[in-house]
């Protein structure tokens, strides 16, 4: 049987015939793939990306896209088995693939509920509120984000060839920008694989996601100022494409997230009697072993109070003894192994120069045997553990990192030096802090957080739930400082933030409220007969409004609230008490105030609005004294759709904007009311 040619996928076809460079299995060697020798041709890929997928893009919004997001990860995690049985050339275990393959497929879910819950039925996202720029109130200003125009590159690492490519696409996916995608050639049979599927589910518009396998040839010397890229990888590399002439000239935004030194530090108050010891122990053990060490998050430096760095040392080598190396598919092997050769010649001449001047607690020379047909032609490297006894004066363990299983330990006297050696590592993605005692952690963070774009803090409380110190969560960000690259990703709708454009608006509120889609007050209204719960979502408008009838607050009323709710506060009931205060009288409680309000504007028989499930930016501005007289103003702030779903009624979302006044026309309560709206078709 012939080894397949990968193919790129470029202005929706695959393209590439002639064979190229191959690719070798990680366990035996035996050839895997071949990329192609075609040349692309990126002014097609970029012209198409603009001219077709980005106007198909557009016509949907966010909603929809993350509704189309989710189909997506729903077909991929069916059709999971495919790609496991192809990540096994990677030298992965099941589990190092789990975290590529499901958690790739977990990052799609996660950014469609964010786009869904956070994200507005439209192309526009609104960074409220608006501020007045005038006296009159009729001059505003404000901040909007829109989609960029333009087309995110994104260039990925060898080590999760799905994750790393999913993890950038769904952000920018939601945000409007279609994608080119380029996974290192090592693993981009994966990437390739994980395409395919994608572009046989007829899910994604034509040109919303590309596949270079190979070369990226002219790509970044063709990118426009509308464009983005970013970077998964080696410091050297980013430090490289960082400075190509074209990005600067047209200051184009390079997001870098790079291979770091990162560290975990075990904490002075921890000793070896404490649950928090073995959960160091276990962190570093792991980050160690899984993937063969092969994750940008993993710790690369160990820093121990020093009367406990042999205890430490002990335990790690017993636990890394134990592991069970080789072809994945034998039963019981936990360790994998590199993904090359290349990878391996590389690991091998990091921990020489690693080794110089330092222990070798564990290495090859301690038995390392991978087990399985044809390993050894494999890209195997046995796990490694070094001791630095003086960290401070050596500087090659905070410069030089191994991309595998390896890990080097060092001693600290004080709580102070090890926070100043964790710093020498220049930026990192990630450090862990162990640690019972609450100030310690209080202390790390606000030292090392200037260092870290990251911060794992791990008790035997946490550690019940904790998703480790290398696992990057889709609602946090990831990345960070110096050596790390200086970039994000990640972070919940953050990451979708980094794909679309933050202008400022300014204008009259009505001008305000058509760009935004959202009422400012102040803002020209919409009030007809017909009471806004009385209509249907598709009917409701941005701007609708009604004014409703007075009320006069009354002592019974005060008194009667107060015997429901239990709320007795002296500025209720105290009237000696209250005439102390600013307020000089007893005043309505402000629950009072809201709920009266709702029994203001509220339409009580049954219709269109299903519930009414929760209160945003609710202040009480002015006191409701006795005898004061309220009214209320209820008017359509926004409007989401969130399409229909098999187990609910076909509804949407809407944000009503509501004033309390008094007779005087001063606000008293000001908040925002979020109701369920059924649609009056499917």
Known sequence: MSTPILQSFIADRWIGATAGRALHSAINGREVALTHADEIDFGESLAFARGMALPSLLKLDFQQRAATLKALASYLMERKEELYAISTHTGSTRADSWI?????????FAYASTGRRELPSSNVVHEGPAVPLG???????????????????HINAFNF???????????????????????????????EACVRLIQQSGLLPAGALQLVVGSSGDLLDRLEETDVVTFTGSADTASMLRVNKNLIARSIPFNAEADSLNCAILAPDVTPDDPEFDLFVREVFREMSAKTGQKCTAIRRAIVPAKHIDAVAAKLRERLLKVKAGDPAVEGVKMGALASKAQQADVAERVAMLAKGNEVILGAADGFAPVGEGVANGSFFAPTLLLCRDAFANKTVHEVEAFGPVSTLMPYDDFDGALELAAKGRGSLVGSVITKTPSLAAQAVLHAGAFHGRIHVLDREAAKESTGHGSPMPQLKHGGPGRAGGGEELGGIRAVKHYLQRCAVQGSPTMLTAITGEYQRGAKVNEDPIHPFRKHFEEIQVGDSLLTHRRTVSEA?????????????????????????????????????????????????PGPVLANYGLDTLRFV??????????????????????NRPDQPPQGVVAWDVQVMNQRGELVASYDILTLVAKRVG
């Open 161 to 191: 060839p799905m994750w790393g490519m999913l993890e950038k696409f769904a952000p920018s996916f939601v945000a409007g920008m279609p994608c080119i995608v380029k996974p290192a050639t090592a693993t981009s049979y994966v990437a």
């Open 557 to 605: 009323d005060i008194v009667n609230f107060g015997g429901i709710s239990g709320d007795f506060f002296y500025m209720h009931f105290d009237e000696i008490a209250a005439k102390d205060t600013q307020f000089g009288q007893r005043i309505a409680h402000g629950y009072f105030v809201l709920s009266a309000a709702a029994g203001l504007f509220v339409s009580p028989a």
């Open 135 to 153: 006296r009159e109130g009729q001059f505003m200003g404000s901040h909007v984000l829109v989609p960029k125009r333009g087309v995110a590159v």
């Open 100 to 108: 590529d393959i499901e958690g790739g497929i977990g990052t799609l």
């Open 622 to 643: 002015n006191p409701v004294a006795i005898g004061d007289t309220i009214q209320a103003r209820l008017t359509c702030k926004r409007r989401i759709d969130r399409g």
